[in-house]
């Protein structure tokens, strides 16, 4: 079965604190890993896709990376506007294109 | 349209009523799908669209639950004889790639059932 942790469950920073937000995964054969940022009342937003270990992606303050087992998504100096919560979902090989398993999510908050 | 269109908003049910939930996707966009998040917990896949082929309805939870879709336009969720654990957000999303990398999703649906 597929699976996807994330770490921590809630995180909070001051303005310019730069951190890094977790998401382990088991899956049988990764198709891609996706990032996604939500905020209260919404739907998901989607920030990145990863296909391969070693494969890194940056928009703004936000970078992802990929390894076999996990990914990162590294806040630079981050500003109130980014506090949501982060997704991060994987997609299966041998599954159809739609079905995406998602983590729990990690809660980021950022204080001026 | 702009984006993902979902409706109602919101919606209170008792135990035991059918609800409808409807979900108009990005114009042009074949793959439709639903997704459920109850609170505390991650988005769970309930059922895929991709044009005209057969959906992936793996992860309906149970046969109360029923969606479709009218060729690649608005879709609806049916939930049959409500229970209060389907109390949730339900969530559609839409893509126009064939291996849809990237999901727009709607504001969703808040079903509570009391």
């Known amino acids: 079965e597929d699976q996807v942790t994330q770490s921590p469950e809630a995180l909070r920073l001051q303005e310019g604190e730069s951190s890094s937000l977790n998401c382990s995964y088991t899956v049988s054969g990764l198709r891609g890993l996706f990032w996604y940022r939500q905020d209260p009342g919404k739907g998901p937003e989607f920030l990145f896709t990863?296909?391969?270990a070693g494969e890194e992606k940056e928009k703004e303050r936000l970078k992802a990376t990929l390894t076999k087992k996990e990914s990162f998504l590294h806040i630079t100096a981050p500003k109130p506007e980014d506090s949501a919560t982060y997704l991060c979902?994987?997609?299966?090989?041998?599954?159809?294109?739609?079905?995406?398993?998602f983590g729990q999510g990690t809660i980021l908050t950022v204080h001026p | 349209g702009a984006g993902v269109s979902q409706s109602p908003s919101n919606k209170v049910t008792e135990k035991g009523k059918d609800v409808e939930l409807r979900c108009d996707p990005i114009s042009g966009h074949t793959a439709l799908y639903w997704y459920r998040q109850r609170l505390g917990q991650g988005l769970e896949f309930l059922i895929y669209?991709?044009?005209?082929?057969?959906?992936?309805k793996s992860g309906l939870p149970s046969d109360r639950f029923s969606a479709e879709r009218t060729g690649e336009s608005v879709s609806t969720l049916t939930i049959q004889r409500t229970q209060q654990e389907d109390s949730a957000v339900y969530l559609c999303?839409?893509?126009?790639?064939?291996?849809?990398?990237?999901?727009?999703f709607g504001s969703g649906t808040q079903l509570s059932v009391l």
């Open positions: 990863l296909y391969s």
């Open positions: 999303a839409s893509s126009s790639t064939v291996r849809n990398e990237k999901l727009f």
């Open positions: 669209f991709q044009g005209n082929s057969a959906p992936d």
């Open positions: 979902a994987v997609q299966a090989g041998g599954t159809s294109y739609g079905k995406l398993t």
